[in-house]
C-alpha cells in the first residue's frame, strides 16, 4: 500500500500545509500547519463550515480523520497569523530570485467576478495583492493565477474551471529561468516566462490590528476577492522549491 497524501506531501517538505481538518470554523479558529514551521491560520471575521475532505478516499469523522473548509458569504477570511511567519527556513526564504511552489484542492459551489482567492490578498481592503502569488476565479469559472497581473495564466492559457468538480491544482515558479508553471489534476496544463516576486514574500506581510485584520501590507490565506467565497478548500501546501513534475503527479495519484 503506497503512502497516504499527507504523507506523500511531508516527503516533499513544505513549509506550510493546512490539512484543514479543524472540527470547528468559528471566528477565532487556529488552522494548524501540519509542516512543523507553526505557520498557524486563523479564521477572521465570519465563520466557515468545517466539512468533509474532498480528497477521494479522506472522510471527515472517519479513519483516517480528514477534513476541509468550506464559505458561502461575502466576508469569511482565513490568513495566516503573520506573528508567525518569521520562521527561520520557510517562507521567509521565497524571495525574486528563489523558486516556490503552491498546492491546493478546490471544489467551487458557484462564480463571480473576483471570487474564491487563494494567495496574498488585503484581507482589510477586500483586495488583491499581486505581486507575489494569487489564484483566483471570475465569472463563468474564469480561473486566472499567477504572480503579476501582467503575465498569470489567464483563461485563455488554462481554461475555466465547472461548478461541483474536484482540482487538484499546483503552480510552480522556476527562479532561475523565471517561467511559472501550472497543473490540475496532476497534468501540466501551461507554462511561460513570468516575472518574478515583487519581494521577498515576508515583505508583502502586514500586522495583524486589535481585531485580526491586516494593516501595512496583506496576509497569505484565503480571502472573498469583492464577490464573496463559495468553494471548498483543503490541504493547502507551500513549497520553498520548485516540485517537479512527477511528483506532483505522485501527489495528486495518492
Given at each position: 500500500m503506497g503512502l497516504s497524501y499527507k504523507d506523500t506531501v511531508l516527503a516533499d517538505g513544505p513549509v506550510l500545509f493546512w490539512r484543514l481538518d479543524e472540527a470547528a470554523g468559528t471566528v477565532g479558529t487556529q488552522i494548524a500547519?501540519?509542516?512543523?514551521?507553526?505557520?498557524?491560520?486563523?479564521?477572521?471575521f465570519a465563520a466557515i463550515t468545517a466539512t468533509s475532505s474532498i480528497l477521494f478516499g479522506e472522510y471527515y469523522g472517519a479513519s483516517p480523520v480528514s477534513g476541509a473548509m468550506f464559505a458561502n458569504s461575502a466576508t469569511p477570511r482565513l490568513h495566516m497569523t503573520s506573528s508567525n511567519f518569521g520562521v527561520s527556513g520557510s517562507l521567509t526564504d521565497i524571495s525574486p530570485s528563489s523558486s516556490f511552489t503552491v498546492e491546493w484542492w478546490e471544489k467551487a459551489l458557484s462564480f463571480s467576478n473576483f471570487n474564491n482567492n487563494l494567495g496574498f490578498g488585503n484581507f482589510n481592503a477586500n483586495g488583491d495583492a499581486w505581486g507575489w502569488f494569487l489564484a483566483h476565479h471570475g465569472a463563468n469559472g474564469d480561473t486566472y493565477v499567477g504572480i503579476h497581473v501582467g503575465?498569470?495564466?489567464?483563461p485563455a492559457d488554462i481554461?475555466?474551471?465547472?461548478?461541483?468538480?474536484?482540482?487538484h491544482c499546483v503552480f510552480t515558479y522556476d527562479g532561475v529561468s523565471q517561467v511559472g508553471a501550472y497543473y490540475r489534476n496532476g497534468v501540466k496544463v501551461a507554462e511561460k516566462p513570468m516575472l518574478p516576486p515583487a519581494s521577498n514574500w515576508s515583505t508583502?506581510?502586514?500586522s495583524p490590528d486589535g481585531v485580526g485584520s491586516i494593516t501595512n501590507g496583506s496576509a497569505f490565506g484565503f480571502g472573498d476577492g469583492s464577490n464573496g467565497w463559495n468553494?471548498?478548500?483543503?490541504?493547502?501546501a507551500v513549497y520553498n522549491k520548485l516540485l517537479s513534475a512527477s511528483r506532483i503527479a505522485s501527489h495528486f495519484l495518492s
Open positions: 500547519d501540519s509542516s512543523g514551521n507553526n505557520l498557524t491560520g486563523t479564521i477572521r503575465d498569470r495564466f489567464s481554461g475555466a474551471a465547472r461548478v461541483g468538480a474536484t482540482y508583502a506581510f502586514g468553494a471548498t478548500y483543503d490541504n493547502v
